[in-house]
């Protein structure tokens, strides 16, 4: 009997291909407790999304592609220290009095757990799940978008999210992501919600991309807009010479521990 869910064996997988970079099925069944079959299965689901190359007897790592995102559940689970400690960086660039829009995905929700007690402005967010992190907290006020909502991520879009974010000018906003690369810029997974990155990018003083390292050189299906249309990139660690290069060129900020 499986023992572990899907999303915790595709994690292991993935884990286990950046340590070594090539696996055999066997070993994943041994690793994993599972059949050489339902291994199979999952390296089937992981390549779909182009995070594997399937091989004779095993996988090996993937080059960056556009592949699919990650389920919800699997990326809350996938690299949470990573993400807390970029939440942590947006956190102090916040300043009283701000308004403050906070994009979807699971990184954006440790934007939002990160806001400071002290913290007295205006948060907009399109991401339901942001929203209910902060709702309720002293001294802030918080604005969500209308639209249609994604399941997983409780992300809204559709024009009546565009129009929401048209009529506002933020200080600050924190984009979440699909790939940050060298030369596709920022990119992400869902068209709808590339327009609404699009306005915000629009009407935001300064604009900073949330990207873990795993980020680092993916491209995902639609591009958001090149590196010189950000102000920075909060990520948890170094990016890689190509990247780092791409952006100081753009004038975008590095921020990391």
């Known amino acids: 009997m499986d023992l572990l869910l899907p999303a915790q064996r595709h994690q292991r ?4 291909l950046g340590r070594k970079g090539t696996v055999r099925t066997e070993d994943l069944a041994a690793l994993l407790g599972v059949s050489h ?4 299965r999952d390296l ?7 995070l594997l190359v399937r091989v004779h007897g095993g996988a090996t ?9 990650l389920s919800y559940l699997e990326r809350s689970t996938s690299q949470s220290e990573a993400k807390a400690v970029i939440g942590e960086l947006a956190a102090r660039l916040l300043r009283p ?33 942001v929203a209910a992190e902060l709702a ?7 604005l969500v978008a209308g639209g249609r909502v994604r399941q997983g991520d409780l992300a809204v879009s559709n024009a009546h999210t565009l129009g929401f974010f048209q009529d506002l000018r933020a ?3 924190f984009l979440g992501s699909g790939g940050v690369d060298a030369e596709a810029g920022l990119t992400d997974y869902f068209l709808d919600e590339v327009a609404t990155k699009r306005v915000i990018l629009a009407g935001a003083a300064r604009t900073y991309v949330l990207a873990d390292s795993s980020k680092h050189g993916r491209v995902a299906a639609y591009r958001v807009c090149a590196l010189d249309g950000l102000s920075g990139l909060l990520t948890d ?12 060129s753009a004038g975008a900020q590095v921020i990391n521990p």
Do not use: K
């Open 237 to 248: 660690a170094a990016p890689p010479p190509a990247l780092a290069s791409a952006l100081v």
């Open 37 to 40: 079959e339902t291994v199979r």
């Open 97 to 129: 009095g701000q308004t403050v829009i906070i994009d979807v995905g699971t990184t954006a929700v440790h934007v939002a757990r990160a806001v400071p007690p002290s913290f007295r402005g205006v948060v907009a967010t399109c991401s339901l799940l």
């Open 13 to 16: 997988i993935i884990e286990t």
């Open 44 to 50: 089937a689901i992981l390549e779909r999304r182009a």
């Open 171 to 173: 200080d600050v906003a």
């Open 136 to 142: 309720g907290r002293p001294g802030v006020e918080v």
């Open 61 to 69: 790592s993937a080059p960056s592609g556009t592949g699919e995102e």
